[in-house]
């Protein structure tokens, strides 16, 4: 029987899907980048894979296994590509999704337009049925109405999925899960979703919403994750097929199916993963996570190694930076901001005749004009080129080469003959915006948090991440800059280091000083439990379970919440007064005050569960080789064109110091440092740049 023992990590980007494939008992760390296949996903994952197994010498029966990260439940919400989805909720709250918040998410807007609804009104039905705010029942479910509803939406308005929200359903599910077997019996292959089994929170709208998109997307979640598995399986591969989180643990495929609204965010969080596994691995505890793909750029916070996270999110925003345009939903999920910059961001001419980058893409199809593949619109990709940043010889380590000339003529064409400028301005031009659009949004996010980049240090990443990193460090005024071996493809290997995890909560407001602390310890023990259950299908990990508590708490009255840690129980009486000094410390952090003598009460109750993470190196061992290549001219903000000193970065050594300007190129990704940086290779590989500000 042939032993298992390698695992590969996955990352599907908006134009690169990038992997990484790791055999510990052999040794063996290879790296790998495709170009997505937006029209099939798993095209790319198949191909990719066959590759790896072709370098590595190795066969699909040796994978112990895959883990990967979609974009997919994020895409079809925003491209609104889902099913028809029946909505079943209480008589009287039908048109919860209708109402919303009643707020407008553009005050200054009188023409603003609504927010669409995942499930139009003619499909939203209201059935008899009610359970006080403590979860005893008032009125006993009409079945016959339900029955008669559901059939009316299955065989008249032929929804594929139907999702159930019942008022007051988190504190007591015996309506949804009475309802959930009425269903069952009528239409047994219905997708359905319960609120109370994926969102099991309080606030009616964002539990109908989350419920409402989980049901939108599962039929298609369904479909694609059948389909990899198949054809996974068709060459050779048997082993276990997980998925990334949002929150940033795994999970299994099964569950994946039943709860796909909590991988919306899947494959953005493996970077996080990535990020704040290094920063363990080098002893960074303050860090800023710097993610630039060729679509999107995103930065997160590490503090004392764990990447932030929230437990809720805005999915399909009308308006990407304007909160309350999108879809509320309640789910944990690393938090990060993200912003349209990246590799394939187009450069163009505005109404009023201003250079602007972005939100534009041109992903992987056409892809930038340097690809050759069809793009005609200068990008930012085609910007690096122009400037020195990018070798047009070694781009995906030679496998493609960039067409330079065509580059210098579309941005003649599109933006220097327009704006009168010659053709360094205008790509210097696309640097500097993309540069000063993703250094604003790094402030304003470090801003909310109260929190200084000058006391941070960076680890940049991804295709385009270090080839902006120096640019966007100085304008943050970053003093240490960390780039690891194998950027351009760190979040691929996120999959292969984050911790099996999952993460689970529980609706039950009450003052502290009133709480009824056995019914929260069963509400732990019911989470615990199946917590278990859930990791004990994760074949990525092995070993004790690790749990932690939580509680989503606030000052009487506010409207608002802060995550508190808490002991892990069994809880009591006795621990009131540590659970208000857990509380005050957590809100001081945040708002640097507290309210003395005011009551205390918890909303939410929550858990998170993990397994040990794996240890990988990405370190190497030195090829035989000329470290330092042919040099060449590169654009650097504040000293212009300067004669740059080029280097293999798989020849540097442990202990190598390199003055900048440089420039280090590998297979992903290249990164480049002006004249006011220093460069150290440490012992797992990473460059560590000190970059020096004038006093």
Same mark, same amino acid.
């Given at each position: 029987m042939t032993e298992k023992t390698a695992r590969i990590g996955v990352d599907i980007g908006g134009t690169f899907t990038d992997f990484v494939f790791h055999d510990e008992a052999r040794g063996i760390t290879r790296t790998g980048k495709r170009l997505t296949t937006p029209d099939d996903p798993g095209r790319a994952i198949v191909e990719g894979v066959k590759r790896l197994l072709e370098e590595t010498n190795s066969q699909a029966a040796q994978i112990h296994s895959i883990v990967h990260g979609t974009t997919l439940i994020t895409n079809?919400?925003?491209?609104?590509?889902?099913?028809? @989805?029946?909505?079943?909720?209480?008589?009287?709250?039908?048109?919860?999704? +209708?109402?919303?918040? +009643?707020?407008?998410?553009?005050?200054?807007?009188l023409f603003q337009p609504a927010v669409p609804v995942i499930v139009p009104r003619n499909l939203r039905r209201g059935v008899a049925g009610r359970l006080y705010a403590d979860g005893r029942e008032r009125e006993p479910l009409d079945v016959s109405g339900l029955e008669r509803e559901v059939?009316?939406? @299955?065989?008249?308005?032929?929804?594929? %999925?139907?999702?159930?929200?019942?008022?007051?359903?988190?504190?007591?599910?015996?309506?949804?899960?009475?309802?959930?077997?009425? &269903?069952?019996?009528?239409?047994?292959?219905?997708?359905?979703?319960?609120?109370?089994? &994926?969102?099991?929170?309080?606030?009616?709208?964002?539990?109908?919403?989350? %419920?409402?998109?989980?049901?939108?997307?599962?039929?298609?979640?369904?479909?694609?994750?059948?389909?990899?598995?198949?054809?996974?399986?068709?060459?050779?591969?048997?082993g276990d097929l997980s998925i990334m989180l949002s929150s940033g643990g795994l999970t299994t495929i099964e569950d994946a199916k039943a709860f796909p609204v909590r991988l919306i965010e899947s494959g953005p969080a493996a970077g996080a993963m990535a990020a704040a596994y290094i920063a363990r691995q080098i002893g960074e505890d303050h860090l800023i996570?710097?993610?630039?793909?060729?679509?999107?750029?995103?930065?997160?916070?590490?503090?004392?190694?764990?990447?932030? /996270?929230?437990?809720?999110?805005?999915?399909?925003?009308?308006?990407?930076?304007?909160?309350?345009?999108?879809?509320?939903?309640?789910?944990?999920?690393?938090?990060?901001?993200?912003?349209?910059?990246?590799?394939?961001?187009?450069?163009?001419?505005?109404?009023?005749?201003?250079?602007?980058?972005?939100?534009?893409?041109?992903?992987?199809?056409?892809?930038?004009?340097?690809?050759?593949?069809?793009?005609?619109?200068?990008? /930012?990709?085609?910007?690096?080129?122009?400037?020195?940043?990018?070798?047009?010889?070694?781009?995906?380590?030679? +496998?493609?080469?960039?067409?330079?000339?065509?580059?210098?003529?579309?941005?003649?064409?599109k933006l220097s003959t327009p704006l009168k400028i010659d053709d360094e301005a205008s790509a210097r031009g696309i640097q500097e915006i993309v540069n000063e659009s993703m250094a604003a949004a790094t402030r304003m996010h470090m801003a909310e948090k109260g929190k200084d980049p000058r006391r941070y240090s960076m680890l940049a990443f991804g295709g385009a991440g270090p080839v902006h990193a120096y640019g966007l460090a100085k304008l943050l005024k970053v003093e240490k800059l960390i780039v690891p071996m194998g950027a351009g493809v760190i979040s691929a290997f996120g999959f292969l280091v984050a911790a099996p995890a999952v993460d689970d909560a529980r609706g039950y407001l009450a003052r502290i000083d009133r709480i009824d602390w056995q019914q929260v310890n069963d509400l732990f023990a019911d989470m615990e439990k199946q917590a278990r259950a859930q990791l004990a299908g994760v074949g990525a990990g092995t070993g004790e379970v690790t749990f932690g508590w939580q509680a989503d708490m606030r000052y009487f009255g506010q409207g608002f919440e802060v995550t508190v840690p808490l002991p892990t129980g069994p809880l009591g009486p006795e621990h009131v007064g540590q659970v208000r000094d857990a509380?005050?410390?957590?809100?001081?952090?945040?708002?640097?005050?507290?309210?003395?003598?005011?009551?205390?009460?918890? &909303?939410?109750?929550?858990?998170? %569960?993990?397994?040990?993470?794996?240890?990988?190196?990405?370190?190497? /061992?030195?090829?035989? %080789?000329?470290?330092?290549?042919?040099?060449?001219?590169?654009?650097?903000?504040?000293?212009?064109?300067?004669?740059?000193? &080029?280097?293999?970065?798989?020849?540097?050594?442990?202990?190598?110091?390199?003055?900048?300007?440089? @420039?280090?190129?590998?297979?992903?990704?290249?990164?480049?440092?002006?004249?006011?940086?220093?460069?150290? @290779?440490?012992?797992?590989?990473?460059?560590?740049?000190?970059?020096?500000?004038?006093?």
């Open positions: 079809t919400v925003l491209e609104r590509t889902g099913a028809r @989805v029946g909505l079943i909720a209480t008589k009287g709250f039908a048109d919860t999704l +209708e109402m919303g918040h +009643e707020t407008r998410y553009d005050v200054d807007d059939r009316s939406l @299955v065989e008249d308005e032929k929804i594929e %999925a139907l999702a159930i929200a019942f008022m007051n359903s988190y504190r007591n599910p015996m309506h949804e899960l009475q309802a959930r077997e009425v &269903v069952k019996d009528l239409y047994p292959d219905l997708h359905l979703t319960l609120s109370s089994a &994926v969102a099991p929170e309080i606030r009616e709208y964002e539990r109908t919403n989350t %419920a409402c998109v989980n049901a939108y997307v599962q039929p298609r979640v369904h479909g694609y994750l059948d389909k990899l598995v198949d054809e996974l399986a068709d060459l050779g591969f048997d996570s710097f993610d630039m793909g060729g679509t999107t750029a995103k930065m997160c916070l590490i503090e004392e190694g764990e990447p932030h /996270v929230k437990h809720d999110f805005e999915a399909g925003r009308l308006e990407r930076f304007k909160k309350g345009s999108g879809l509320p939903l309640k789910v944990t999920v690393v938090d990060m901001i993200e912003i349209s910059g990246g590799g394939g961001s187009i450069a163009s001419i505005d109404r009023l005749g201003l250079m602007k980058v972005g939100p534009r893409s041109a992903s992987s199809v056409p892809g930038p004009v340097a690809y050759g593949r069809g793009g005609t619109e200068p990008t /930012v990709t085609d910007a690096d080129l122009m400037l020195g940043y990018l070798n047009p010889q070694f781009f995906l380590g030679g +496998e493609m080469e960039l067409a330079l000339g065509a580059v210098q003529e579309a941005i003649t064409t509380f005050e410390a957590t809100y001081r952090e945040m708002f640097d005050r507290v309210v003395k003598n005011h009551p205390i009460e918890a &909303v939410n109750w929550r858990l998170t %569960a993990s397994l040990p993470a794996q240890s990988i190196s990405l370190a190497h /061992v030195p090829i035989d %080789a000329p470290a330092e290549r042919p040099s060449r001219d590169v654009s650097f903000p504040g000293f212009g064109r300067v004669t740059t000193r &080029v280097f293999d970065r798989y020849a540097l050594k442990s202990g190598d110091e390199i003055p900048g300007p440089a @420039v280090f190129e590998e297979r992903e990704t290249s990164f480049a440092v002006g004249p006011d940086a220093t460069v150290h @290779v440490d012992e797992h590989a990473n460059l560590i740049v000190a970059i020096k500000y004038a006093s």
